[in-house]
């Protein structure tokens, strides 16, 4: 049996790629050529191991199951793809009661065992069982089979996948990029030791650019601070429309899952029904661009989430903020008078008077006509009604957390996957730094936290709520020891503790401290450097990061500023002049042959 799922071989009405049809493959994308794309990938590279390697019994049916489950494994996406899935439903839907969450694998298998009931395809129930496993990577429904096999759609071993260079080649090239990424080269470089699929140790330099591609692709584009701020947007659209359009519920049934697609935002805005005003008027601050600011960004440690994920929320920057509120209150306010204030009060008198007069100029009937209020009583303006002195809410605040990695969390992908060699290519063995490379960064995990404000007229009060509440968080234990164990000289104590390289508290004086500042130190002799922080962090130690013993650093040894150089710090010679030139000055009257302006011929 022959098996071509080539993109060019088969034909598909246009109504798929219009979105007007109720396809099932019509739900994964607005274009469904992508998933096509992941099977002739899939088929390409299982046969090409079977052609290689003929000794390891791959059969037809192998080939069809893993070019299926390249075509179905993203059936299970809602609309906007992971902004449903990994955002809408755990809060519509929350945990099962055994603590498990719902993923889109699931979604896919009841999509794939609706696809063959109703279409009555020639699938036996061995080879349905034997496809869900390779979407989900790994064998529990189907026993028997190749190990192997489940590398290749979805490789749970190093994360090496055509998933990945699908999805790769494709953003990259939508946003305006070159691909290094040659997926050809990988699949002839393929070969199966030990029932773990090997690539040739040539290409490792190959391998190690596809997961620092994935890396910056979810840090520049799916993680960029506007794509997460529309992100939250349409979570909040889709919260305030479930009572009317039960997304939620749809998951289960695959015939009302099948119509779930991204024309749900259409919906949302067609229909009149009042109970979607909510969500209507956020799809109109969405088109307006009218979309949370972003506050503060800090770039951290993978540790820091674990410790202040439930201690920095937006119900305590809400609470701080009333805090805040009431201090400056306190401390800011003038004297009232009856409880109104002096100033409002005689802007209120000036204008009635203007009022009076422009009464009297248009009269009262044409003043009703314009809708003008002819009322000469103006409320009094009590103090702390003004949008910037009102406290802020939870529902004013975003805090976000995004956990970028090279696809392996904090370990190095690289020491997952296995190589070989011309000279010994039936053994598989691991890179090594002295034939791959050593420039690797010494941490594959990191974690930004983002503070997002839903009106832009408050950016400065949640700023400000925000950076108090920062202040007062705890340090992890590796960046206390290391702050215990560094000397600091008593010129840096009232800058900070530049013996812990992640020393995150804040001197009530000042702004708080973050990692990113403490480049940013005074320099000797009082001066500064005038160079405003940013998210990159350049002060680290060659020891490594918290959990390591710190170098301590030299209180001479300021950033930005230079020591002298033993070379250049003496004071120079003079130049003495050249031969000629003195020659040139007896001859002009000067027997030393120094220059005398007097003394020279005109």
Avoid at 109 to 126: C, G, T, W
Avoid at 242 to 248: D, G, I, S
Avoid at 444 to 471: H, N, P, T
């Amino acid at each position: 049996m022959s098996v071509s799922l080539a993109p060019a071989d088969i034909e598909i009405p246009n109504s798929y790629y219009e979105g007007s049809s109720s396809s099932y493959f019509n739900r994964c994308f607005k274009d469904p050529v992508w998933d096509i794309r992941t099977a002739h990938l899939a088929q390409r590279l299982v046969e090409h191991i079977r052609d290689q390697q003929p000794e390891l019994g791959i059969n037809d049916r192998d080939v069809l199951c893993v070019t299926i489950a390249g075509l179905c494994h993203d059936l299970g996406h809602g609309p906007l793809s992971h902004v449903f899935d990994d955002h809408f439903i755990p809060i519509a839907r929350g945990k099962r009661p055994d603590g498990t969450q719902w993923c889109h694998e699931e979604a896919s298998e009841m999509m794939l065992d609706a696809l063959v009931k109703e279409n009555n395809i020639a699938l036996s129930e061995d080879c349905v069982d034997f496809i869900k496993d390779l979407i989900r990577g790994e064998p529990r429904l189907s026993t028997g089979e190749k190990k192997f096999l489940f590398q290749i759609v979805a490789n749970k071993k190093n994360g090496i996948d055509v998933d990945k260079w699908d999805y790769i080649a494709r953003d990259t090239r939508a946003v305006g990029e070159t691909c290094t990424l040659v997926a050809s080269r990988l699949i002839h470089a393929a070969r199966v030791i030990d029932d773990t699929i090997c690539y040739d140790w040539k290409d490792a330099q190959s391998i190690y650019e596809l997961f620092y591609s994935r890396y910056s692709l979810h840090k520049r584009v799916y993680n960029h601070k506007t794509t997460r701020a529309i992100g939250y947007m349409i979570v909040d659209a889709l919260l305030a429309a479930e009572p009317v359009l039960h997304l939620a519920e749809a998951i289960d049934d695959p015939q009302k899952y099948l119509h779930v697609t991204d024309s749900v935002i259409e919906d949302i805005e067609r229909r009149d029904d009042p109970r979607l005003a909510k969500s209507k008027q956020i799809m109109r601050d969405l088109r307006a661009r009218r979309i949370p600011k972003r506050v503060e960004e800090k770039c951290l440690p993978t540790e820091y989430k674990a410790l202040w994920k439930t201690l920095l929320t937006p119900q305590a920057i809400a609470e701080m903020s009333a805090k805040l509120c009431k201090e400056k209150q306190a401390l800011n306010r003038p004297t009232l008078l009856g409880g109104v204030d002096t100033v409002t009060e005689e802007i209120d008198l000036s204008e009635n008077i203007a009022r009076d007069s422009f009464q009297e100029d248009l009269g009262p009937t044409l003043l009703s006509v314009l809708g003008v209020s002819t009322s000469r009583s103006r409320s009094p303006t009590v103090l702390g009604t003004t949008l910037e002195e009102e406290p802020l809410a939870e529902e004013d605040v975003i805090i976000d957390w995004a956990v970028l990695h090279y696809g392996m969390k904090e370990k190095d992908p690289l020491e997952n996957v296995d190589f070989w060699s011309k000279l010994h290519p039936n053994k598989k063995q691991q890179t090594r730094p002295d034939t791959s490379g050593v420039l690797r960064p010494e941490r594959f995990q990191e974690v930004i936290l983002r503070c997002y404000a839903k009106d832009e007229r408050r950016v400065c009060q949640v700023q400000e709520a925000f950076r108090a509440v920062l202040s007062t968080l705890p340090q992890p234990e590796s960046a206390e020891e290391a702050e215990e164990d560094t000397p600091v000289s008593s010129q840096q104590s009232d800058v900070v503790m530049v013996g812990s390289k992640w020393n995150i508290t804040s001197d009530l004086s000042g702004p708080p401290r973050t990692p990113v500042m403490d480049q940013f130190r005074s320099l000797p002799g009082g001066e500064s450097t005038n160079v405003s922080p940013s998210v990159s962090i350049s002060n680290l130690s060659p020891s490594g990061w918290p959990g390591s013993r710190p170098r301590a650093r030299s209180t001479s040894m300021a950033p930005f500023a230079r020591e002298p150089n033993p070379f250049t710090s003496a004071k120079p010679t003079p130049r003495q002049p050249s031969a000629s030139k003195k020659r040139a000055r007896v001859a002009d009257g000067d027997e030393n042959g120094s220059p005398d302006r007097k003394r020279r011929a005109t």
